[in-house]
């Protein structure tokens, strides 16, 4: 019935979408009617609190029963298609890249080969929770904590408050398994949530999710300035100085690099050369933004953790698929920068040995943080199990240390 009722809004819009480009009275239908149906559609998956089964139950009470040696502050900073600088060379022709140079210049421990388990900012971040178990933890609905998993409740088993963050509700309302969820009230939709993959389908104008992005378009134009609202934003939150208990924070920034646009056609030199442009462009502007957030949690929190990583790579390979070219499909989509700035914590700089596979992924890598604070490592050994969805052993790009 749902998709029956969605098939009839989406057809009305489309008319009245079409009529309110030249009337006012038609275009406030429009708005109600796209907001009326992403409300149906996406309200009750947003409100829901899924309480674990009982399996996930027991799982979620051994991670729980990890104790930690020592609770420093652990900062987890994802930035949009932020890749690694062989990828950069070799898929872009992007031979140095402005974000990497400035995190080496501050003694940043880069992960080579590091990948991420699953496709597409969704999947991965809320896998990160799971520490990529999808076996034991499927679904979603565990970055903003609509459902537990193990990275938030360890940390708040040894006395940690958790909080995660994205700029806009693309990833739903904040859940009970989660102590704080950051956004930006009334930051424009449009640009950094839930039109972020819409393609530009006639005349420039972007028509994804029944129009309700374009509409918006018309009437909010903070989608200028919400790319640097929110990592400021993000900044200011996770070194206020006002916080008594530990913190674990996971936040991750859409803008400025972004991957390809929906619209994107492998192979299309135009698009390439646009796409380029816009991700150097990026690269350089997320150098300064990556650096400040780094340099003022050195100064008040100097025993700190800090991993900075990408999400997924830049999606040139948007219209092809696995089968076609599997490695560039691969490389494109999965490989990932990844990195830890050096400060006094020893935990810092994790042996990351212990979990590499002849690769690295993110959920390896916060995972060794886990395994590092733990007053018995060899109890979160017997927990991990990382679910990849390839072997990313054979799609390496750089040589292993």
């Known amino acids: 019935m749902r998709l029956l009722v969605l098939a009839v809004c989406c057809t009305i819009f489309f008319v009245l979408y079409e009529r309110a480009l030249q009337s006012r009275q038609f275009l406030l239908a429009g708005v109600g009617l796209s907001a009326a149906v992403f409300l149906s559609i996406a309200g009750p998956a947003m409100l829901a609190q899924e309480p674990p089964g009982a399996a996930k139950a ?22 949009d298609s932020m890749i ?59 970055l903003n904590g609509e459902r537990a998993g193990p990275l938030f409740e360890v940390f708040r088993a040894n006395g940690y408050k ?13 859940g009970k398994y989660l102590d704080r969820y950051d956004y930006i009230a009334g930051l424009n939709t449009y640009r950094i949530s839930l039109c972020k993959f819409q393609a530009q389908l006639v005349l420039g104008l972007q028509v994804g999710h029944f129009g309700f992005c374009e509409v918006v ?28 208990e530990p913190w674990l924070t996971l936040h991750y ?43 003022r949690i050195r100064k008040t929190d100097p ?18 698929g696995f089968d076609d070219n599997p490695n560039f499909f691969v490389q494109d989509r999965y490989g990932v920068f990844a990195g830890f700035p050096k ?20 959920g390896r890598a916060v995972a060794s943080i886990v395994r590092c604070l733990a007053e018995t490592p060899r109890e979160v050994d017997a927990l991990v199990n990382f679910a990849d969805e390839h072997d990313f052993s054979q799609y390496r790009y750089e040589a292993m240390p």
């Open 253 to 295: 920034i859409y803008s400025p690099i972004g991957h390809t646009s929906a619209d994107y056609r492998t192979g299309d030199e135009a698009q390439f050369t646009d796409y380029r442009k816009a991700f150097i462009k990026g690269a350089n502007d997320v150098g300064h933004i990556v650096v400040s957030m780094i340099e």
């Open 162 to 174: 958790t909080a995660a963050g994205f700029g806009g509700i693309y990833f739903g309302l904040h």
């Open 84 to 142: 690694p600088t062989p990828l950069a060379d070799k898929l872009l022709g992007v031979p140095e890249l402005a974000y990497v140079r400035e995190l080496q210049k501050i003694d940043t421990q880069i992960v080579r080969n590091t990948f991420v388990a699953k496709q597409g900012s969704w999947n991965v971040l809320n896998a990160l929770v799971t520490l990529d178990d999808s076996e034991n933890f499927p679904s979603d609905g565990y």
């Open 303 to 320: 025993q700190g953790i800090i991993f900075v990583f990408g999400d997924h790579g830049t999606w040139l390979s948007r219209t092809i």
């Open 58 to 79: 027991e799982y979620l009470e051994k991670w729980s029963k990890v104790r930690f040696s020592q609770r420093p502050n652990v900062y987890l900073i994802s930035f």
């Open 343 to 362: 400060t006094g914590n020893p935990c810092s700089s994790p042996n990351l040995s212990i979990y590499a596979n002849g690769y690295h992924t993110v």
């Open 217 to 244: 378009r018309l009437f909010d134009q903070s989608y200028v300035t919400g790319s640097q609202m929110w990592p400021s934003f993000v900044e200011a939150v996770i070194t206020d100085p006002n916080r008594m």
